[in-house]
């Protein structure tokens, strides 16, 4: 059965360092995209990044970065130059199987951890 | 370009009611997936909906119920409300099968008391 996995509950770090979140995932599938959102305390889901089962190169968005380990099944996420505005939770997310016409597959979610920054 | 809304933002029920949830989804999607969240857990599908019609469902019972519009706006529906019903329910819209992105809403807080 697909599964995420958030290990860390709870994180703080300095502002303006980096900072790493873990997520691993098992799914037998081949084909499968792995997303991280943000949800800070009003509730919205903000997607940040996204990573594709084929793709050969990490996935990239600004301050936010990949860390794509296949052989692994991990998917951590990495935050530089944290700001105040960072503080929220954070999810990793699955969506098994590949992108077909009217079959946007359900994501599959961790349980999140709560990321604190420090001024 | 308006995102993904949803109404209410907060609703107060009592054990039995009933209620109906809306989300629009966003200008150019055609597909719009239900979120349930309660509190400190990360979010569990409920159903998606694409063309009016429900095209994929999570494990949650027959209480839940949905629909979509021809204007791709859709409505979660919950029957005989249960207090572990109180959640966040959260709306995502994408666009179908093309689009690794979900788009979602601010959520609507349901407590159930």
């Known amino acids: 059965a697909q599964k995420i996995t958030q290990t860390q509950p709870g994180m703080f770090v300095q502002e303006k360092e980096a900072v790493t979140l873990d997520c691993t995932y098992d799914?037998?599938?081949?084909?499968?995209?792995l997303f991280w959102y943000k949800q800070p305390s009003s509730g919205e889901m903000i997607f940040l990044i996204y990573?594709?089962?084929?793709d050969e190169q990490n996935a990239t968005e600004g301050r936010y970065s990949l860390n794509f380990q296949k052989a692994r099944k991990s998917a951590n996420l990495v935050i530089s130059a944290s700001q105040l505005g960072d503080s929220a939770m954070y999810f990793c997310?699955?969506?098994?199987?590949?992108?077909?016409?009217?079959?946007?597959?359900?994501?599959?979610w961790g349980l999140g951890t709560s990321l604190a920054v420090n001024p | 370009d308006a995102g993904v809304t949803q109404s209410p933002t907060h609703l107060i029920k009592t054990r039995g009611q009933q209620v109906t949830l809306r989300c629009s989804p966003k200008?150019?999607?055609?597909?719009v997936s239900w979120y349930q969240q309660a509190l400190g857990q990360g979010p569990q599908f409920i159903f998606q909906?694409?063309?009016?019609?429900?095209?994929q469902r999570g494990n949650f019972p027959d209480r839940f119920s949905g629909h979509q519009f021809p204007n791709y706006s859709s409505e979660l529906n919950v029957n005989a409300l249960l207090l572990g019903d109180s959640a966040l329910y959260l709306c995502?819209?994408?666009?179908?099968?093309?689009?690794?992105?979900?788009?979602f809403g601010p959520g609507t807080r349901l407590t159930v008391t």
């Open positions: 995502a819209s994408s666009l179908g099968g093309f689009s690794y992105e979900q788009y």
């Open positions: 997310a699955m969506r098994e199987g590949p992108l077909n016409a009217g079959n946007n597959r359900k994501l599959i």
């Open positions: 909906y694409y063309e009016e019609e429900e095209r």
């Open positions: 990573q594709g089962s084929y």
């Open positions: 200008s150019g999607h055609d597909t």
């Open positions: 799914t037998s599938d081949q084909s499968y995209g």
